[in-house]
């Protein structure tokens, strides 16, 4: 039986990066209406995203009679919903699958008014309330905004990568490790995050073997020396990792590359944490929300944005700790802060 992996990282992923286009920016000028039902599209609360941050705030907003409108993007629910088992989520004392926790959020949002409409932001416009967002041939307008757009996690980009997740290739070592209690296993990346996760997953994996490409690393000294004094881990550079040998559907071994010398090299292992970065999908607020070098939104006094009625939860502005709990919490704080806004801007 495959063992199961939980997952950290939530409220990924919504808007779809690098679609804007000043030609389409005279469509936002005016509203259109809804070809499914007629109505106009002005909404109380309209959320990006529809990971747990993005879920929460709609179960929140919805209790709150404001019958939000959830717009799902290209990947509804976010990485939760392409997990297996999750164990560390409050509440489930057995775990719950993943895919299961996030159709519970959305039943309890929708039990409560919250609506759902399926496809990725391309552009917003912010200048003014009602801000309006396009989604497809559709544009919304809404007196606030939640964006919950998530974080994606970078992959590798090998092939059958993705369908490996949860059957032994994972992006959160908090979330994951666990699961490899005295087995060998790998982290790639060069940067803080690997050597963070690398030390981490010591405690559990009986090897870690360290997989860059190149044989600098991007990551602090004090990060990379202490990872150097950890017995458990062995640095493998300068290899590319090329394969992930998974015969039966789980991870066994990876087959690597070494940059300089053409050799070759493989080694069995039960887990590959990718720890490459990740990046959030910002993109459509670029120039419009206040976000960092990485572009990660900046929020303000919990979720506030420097735009009035702008509020923010979840991975989209949170690199630190990725957690689907966190994600919630954030997305409860959003949908709170949207309401107190609307009843104090009643106009
Ligand atoms: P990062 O600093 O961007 O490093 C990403 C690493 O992944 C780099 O070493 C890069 O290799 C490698 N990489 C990227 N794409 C790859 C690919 N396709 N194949 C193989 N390797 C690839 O990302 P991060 O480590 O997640 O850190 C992000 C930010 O968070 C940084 O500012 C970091 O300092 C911070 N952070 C801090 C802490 C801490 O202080 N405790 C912990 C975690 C993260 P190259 O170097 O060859 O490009």
Redesign the pocket.
């Known amino acids: 039986m495959p063992y199961t992996l939980s997952i950290g990282i939530c409220a990924h992923s919504l808007v779809r990066a690098g679609m804007l286009q000043s030609s389409v920016a005279p469509y936002l000028r005016a509203p259109v209406e809804n070809p499914i039902s007629g109505a106009m599209l002005m909404h109380k609360v309209v959320i990006i995203g529809s990971g747990c941050a993005g879920l929460t705030a709609a179960i929140y907003a919805a209790r709150a009679n404001l019958s939000p409108l959830v717009l799902e993007g290209h990947e509804p629910g976010g990485q939760l919903s392409l997990t297996t088992h999750v164990e560390n989520f409050p509440g489930f004392p057995d775990g719950i699958l993943g895919p299961e926790l996030i159709e519970n959020m959305r039943k309890q949002a929708q039990k409560f008014g919250a609506q759902f409409k399926p496809g990725s932001v391309s552009e917003v416009d912010l200048t003014s309330r009602p801000f309006k967002i396009k989604v497809g041939n559709d544009v919304y307008e809404t007196k606030s905004l939640i964006v919950a757009a998530g974080a994606s996690a970078?992959l590798?980009?090998l092939k059958g990568e993705k369908e490996l997740i949860g059957r032994g290739l994972s992006t959160c070592a908090t979330c994951d490790g666990y699961f490899f209690r005295g087995k060998p296993i790998a982290v790639?990346?060069?940067?803080?995050?690997?050597m963070?996760e690398a030390n981490f997953l010591s405690r559990y994996a009986s090897r870690v073997y360290l997989i860059?490409?190149?044989n600098e690393?991007?990551?602090?000294k004090i990060?990379i020396d202490r990872a150097r004094a950890n017995e458990k881990i062995e640095f493998v550079t300068p290899y590319?990792l090329e394969e992930i040998l998974s015969p039966e559907g789980l991870v066994n071994g990876v087959h690597l590359h070494q940059t300089q010398t053409g050799e070759k090299r493989e080694i069995a292992l039960d887990g590959v944490f990718v720890?490459?970065?990740?990046n959030p999908n910002s993109m459509a607020f670029r120039g419009k929300l206040e976000m960092d070098e990485?572009g990660y939104l900046i929020a303000r006094h919990g979720s506030l944005t420097g735009v009035p009625g702008v509020f923010i939860a979840g991975d989209v502005q949170d690199?630190r700790y990725r957690q689907a709990v966190t994600a919630a919490g954030s997305g409860c704080m959003a949908a709170i802060d949207a309401e107190k806004f609307l009843e104090e801007h009643k106009d």
């Open positions: 970078r590798l980009g790639v990346g060069g940067g803080d995050s690997a963070e860059h490409r190149r690393f991007r990551a602090s990060m590319v720890a490459i970065g990740h990485n690199h």
